[in-house]
């Protein structure tokens, strides 16, 4: 099992527990483009699957339920 599948399984299994850094990592070796910042929300864009996710971040991490969201995408379409 690679690092990047190690983190994704933990990051599923629990995804409050990692920074936004550790997340925006993992979504870009997953195949999200990443649209840059437009004020506080991060934009992400995946060309095959059709998801287009706008994140807010504050201080560095973003709030418990978008972490939950992309848990629930990555669960969905990559585990």
């Not at 690679?2 to 990051?11: G, N, P, V």
């Not at 059709?50 to 629930?72: E, M, T």
Request: net charge positive.
């Amino acid at each position: 099992m690679t690092r990047a599948e190690k983190l994704l399984a933990k990051f599923v299994e629990n995804p409050t527990a990692l920074h936004f850094s550790k997340i925006e990592k993992m979504m870009k070796h997953l195949g999200f483009i990443d649209f840059g910042f437009q004020g506080s929300h991060k934009k992400f864009k995946h060309i095959s699957l059709g998801i287009g996710l706008s994140i807010p971040v504050h201080h560095g991490d973003c709030k418990d339920n978008y972490k939950r969201n992309i848990a629930q995408i990555f669960k969905n379409n990559f585990v």
